[in-house]
Nanobody, 120 residues
Framework: QVQLVESGGGFVQAGGSLRLSCAAS????????MGWFRHFPGKQRELLAA????GRTHYTDSRFTISWDNAKNTVYLQMNSLKPEDTAIYYC?????????????????WGQGTQVTVSS
């Protein structure tokens, strides 16, 4: 099993920034990609950014930057220019490849989620 623990969520004013962190532990040998999703109530979760162990990245929002510290088994999501509509629960994810994360069809480990609230 893989355990993912997120941190860094909280409250921020519109236009501000937050950096989310996700530390992976456990049986991480097969983990080759990590990413961040968010979930709005009543809607399907959406992938924001993903990165693989070669440093290849996939983004759906240009305001966000993902990075992976392999030595610490930690992935980060730097979020800038935040808007009230970014308010959601943000989830860290880990899988065997970028494709697995972008397809979001299964085989993904999930963190418990961290709340991000952006006030206007």
């Amino acid at each position: 099993q893989v355990q993912l623990v997120e941190s860094g969520g909280g409250f921020v004013q519109a236009g501000g920034s937050l950096r989310l962190s996700c530390a992976a532990s456990g049986n991480i040998v097969g983990i080759s990609a990590m990413g961040w999703f968010r979930h709005f109530p009543g809607k399907q979760r959406e992938l924001l950014a993903a990165i693989n162990d070669d440093g290849r990245t996939h983004y759906t929002d240009s305001r966000f930057t993902i990075s992976w510290d392999n030595a610490k088994n930690t992935v980060y999501l730097q979020m800038n220019s935040l808007k009230p509509e970014d308010t959601a629960i943000y989830y860290c994810a880990a899988g065997g490849s970028l494709f697995i994360l972008t397809a979001d069809l299964g085989g993904i480990y999930w963190g418990q989620g961290t709340q991000v609230t952006v006030s206007s």
